[in-house]
Nanobody, 124 residues
Framework: HVQLVESGGGSVQAGGSLRLSCAAS????????MGWFRQAPGKGVEWVAS????????DYEDSVKGRFTISNDGRKDTLYLQMNNLKPEDTGVYYC??????????????????RGQGTQVTVS
């Protein structure tokens, strides 16, 4: 059974930091691409960051560039999102995703075959 489980969310004040983790079971992050997405209250899912498994290419949504870092630990099959200098507009449920379809784009949540259930981040 393939599963991604996010953790590390919580409530922080503006300017604070959080590190999200996404642990895989029944799946290896050794395959193609992975990403983080978020959904603010009353809004749709938006892309945050993506990377190729080999780490040579990363991509960030403009509002998080310089503040967020996506990384993975291949040995632990865990994906991370380090979030610094958090802002209230970063509030939302954060989802990880993996295994991009052949014709998919890594900025599209639905183009990933495997997706987590989300972890809440609240910045006040």
């Amino acid at each position: 059974h393939v599963q991604l489980v996010e953790s590390g969310g919580g409530s922080v004040q503006a300017g604070g930091s959080l590190r999200l983790s996404c642990a895989a079971s029944g799946y290896s992050f050794s395959r193609n691409c992975m990403g983080w997405f978020r959904q603010a209250p009353g809004k749709g899912v938006e892309w945050v960051a993506s990377k190729h498994v080999d780490g040579t290419v990363t991509d960030y949504e403009d509002s998080v560039k310089g503040r967020f870092t996506i990384s993975n630990d291949g040995r632990k099959d865990t994906l991370y999102l380090q979030m610094n200098n958090l802002k209230p507009e970063d509030t939302g449920v954060y989802y990880c995703a993996a295994d991009l379809t052949d014709a998919g784009h890594w900025r599209h949540f639905s183009d990933f075959r495997v997706r987590g259930q989300g972890t809440q981040v609240t910045v006040s």
